[in-house]
């Protein structure tokens, strides 16, 4: 009975100690990876609004809109960090699009699809896909954009998704 009880406080001190060292690293990785998140997202927002002199926060329903400005503080633009649903979960990405309604272009950020398969979200053709685009289009399948075989929940769902933005974008902003 001593032994089980002397292993039960020693497998405790083990886990608090565990514990104690992992929230030590999640604190000090935190700030730095958030700084790095947001560095990426500016980056993209310049390459889609290169003249962005200004841009502001506005959060709808979970997601982050920012409209930019060029240095006269005439509207260049409004840029999204938005969700859609996939098969493997949410889908992170950025969309931009000009004062006139045109996608400038769909960068995924992070995503849970399966690799090789709904991935495919991530390539290149897929995010060219929307680039061009207006708020006037209807951004359906098969006139606008295509399903990729194989990945028809993923690829699904970013059609829905960007076509919902859009929507909000033309409404709100434009």
Same mark, same amino acid.
């Given at each position: 009975?001593?032994? %089980? +009880?002397?292993?039960?406080? %020693?497998?405790?001190?083990?886990? $608090?100690?565990?514990?104690?060292?992992?929230? $030590?690293?999640?604190? =000090?990785?935190? &700030?730095?990876? #958030? !700084?790095?998140?947001?560095?990426? =997202?500016?980056?993209?927002? @310049?390459?889609?609004? &290169? @003249?962005?002199?200004?841009? #502001? !926060?506005?959060? *709808?329903?979970?997601?982050?809109?920012y409209p930019c400005y060029d240095? $006269?503080?005439?509207?260049?633009?409004?840029?999204?960090?938005?969700?859609?649903?996939?098969?493997?979960?949410?889908?992170?990405?950025?969309?931009?699009?000009?004062?006139?309604?045109? %996608?400038?272009?769909?960068?995924? /950020? @992070?995503?849970?699809?399966? &690799?090789?398969?709904?991935?495919?979200?991530?390539?290149?053709? =897929?995010? /060219?896909?929307?680039?061009?685009?207006? +708020? @006037?289009? &209807? %951004?359906?399948?098969?006139?606008? *954009?295509?399903?990729?075989?194989?990945?028809? =929940?993923?690829?699904?769902?970013?059609?829905?998704?960007?076509?919902r933005v859009m929507n909000l974008?033309? #409404?709100?902003?434009?």
């Amino acid at each position: 009975m001593r032994d %089980i +009880v002397k292993m039960a406080v %020693i497998l405790l001190i083990i886990g $608090a100690v565990c514990g104690g060292l992992l929230a $030590a690293v999640h604190g =000090f990785t935190t &700030p730095i990876i #958030e !700084e790095r998140e947001h560095a990426r =997202f500016v980056a993209t927002l @310049e390459s889609f609004l &290169p @003249e962005v002199a200004r841009y #502001e !926060e506005d959060v *709808v329903d979970g997601e982050s809109f920012y409209p930019c400005y060029d240095s $006269a503080g005439n509207l260049i633009g409004v840029v999204g960090n938005v969700y859609a649903s996939g098969y493997g979960g949410d889908i992170r990405y950025i969309i931009g699009v000009d004062s006139d309604g045109r %996608i400038l272009g769909v960068k995924i /950020q @992070e995503h849970g699809e399966t &690799p090789g398969i709904g991935d495919v979200i991530t390539k290149d053709f =897929f995010e /060219q896909m929307f680039v061009g685009l207006s +708020v @006037e289009d &209807p %951004i359906a399948v098969g006139s606008d *954009v295509d399903i990729v075989s194989g990945a028809t =929940f993923s690829s699904g769902g970013m059609i829905s998704s960007v076509r919902r933005v859009m929507n909000l974008i033309g #409404e709100r902003y434009l």
